[in-house]
């Protein structure tokens, strides 16, 4: 199974701040990378797919790089809506795995 | 527009059962893998179970493996979960989660509202 690391757990920054989480994969998977928002009481959101593309509606704060193994989602100029729980999700290969989490919250 | 709508979720004792459905509508339903999904209270998102497009191959997390078992119904367009053997550590909102692939990559893009199972004497 592939394994995914995220970092860091939580991060605590300010509206107009710029933040970015990694995900480390423990094998090499070309670009199959998804990155999905969870906010408590709702159902996840995918914000990016193939580690950069941008799922339609999403706004254009966010931006998501990387390939093989290493990964990031960067979120600029934050916004308060934007506090929640982030995950990476490999597609690779079964199982689907899912990094631990990021949980942002605004200052 | 896509929905998936789950149902079936409760509570029960450990060692019970319990069997979630997931009715779905706006899109061709035979056509994409679909999953399950859960989180635990206060816990991250776990991956529980996949099942191809005809139903003929599925896999599961090691955690739910001989305990679970997903299967679909393409001609009602319903994706199911039978949990058998319940565990408290099974307590979590279970998920319905549709796979859209293309020839770059696949990704969870619809997801049901969840449904909840609490495990417990």
């Known amino acids: 199974d592939i394994q995914l690391t995220q970092s860091p757990s939580s991060l605590s920054a300010s509206v107009g701040d710029t933040v970015t989480i990694t995900c480390r994969a423990s094998q090499i998977m070309s670009n199959y990378l998804n990155w999905y928002q969870v906010k408590p009481g709702k159902a996840p959101k995918l914000l990016i797919h193939t580690a950069s593309s941008l799922q339609s509606g999403v706004p254009s704060r966010f931006t998501g790089s990387g390939s093989g193994t290493d990964f990031t989602l960067t979120i600029s100029s934050l916004q308060p809506e934007d506090s929640a729980t982030y995950y990476c999700q490999q597609s690779f290969s079964s199982p689907r795995t899912f990094g631990q989490g990021t949980k942002v919250e605004i200052k | 527009e896509v929905q998936l709508v789950e149902s079936g979720g409760g509570s029960v004792q450990p060692g019970g059962s319990l069997r979630l459905s997931c009715a779905a509508s706006g899109f061709t339903f035979n056509n994409y893998w679909l999953h399950w999904v859960r989180q635990a209270p206060g816990k991250g998102l776990v991956w529980v179970s996949q099942?191809?497009?005809?139903?003929?191959?599925?896999n599961y997390a090691g955690s739910v493996k001989g305990r679970f078992t997903i299967t679909r119904d393409n001609a009602e367009n319903t994706l199911y979960l039978q949990m058998n053997s319940l565990r408290a550590e099974d307590t979590a909102v279970y998920y319905c989660?549709?796979?859209?692939?293309?020839?770059?990559?696949?990704?969870?893009?619809?997801w049901g509202q969840g449904t909840l199972v609490t495990v417990s004497s």
């Open positions: 989660v549709r796979e859209f692939t293309t020839s770059s990559g696949r990704r969870f893009d619809y």
């Open positions: 099942i191809n497009t005809d139903g003929s191959n599925t």
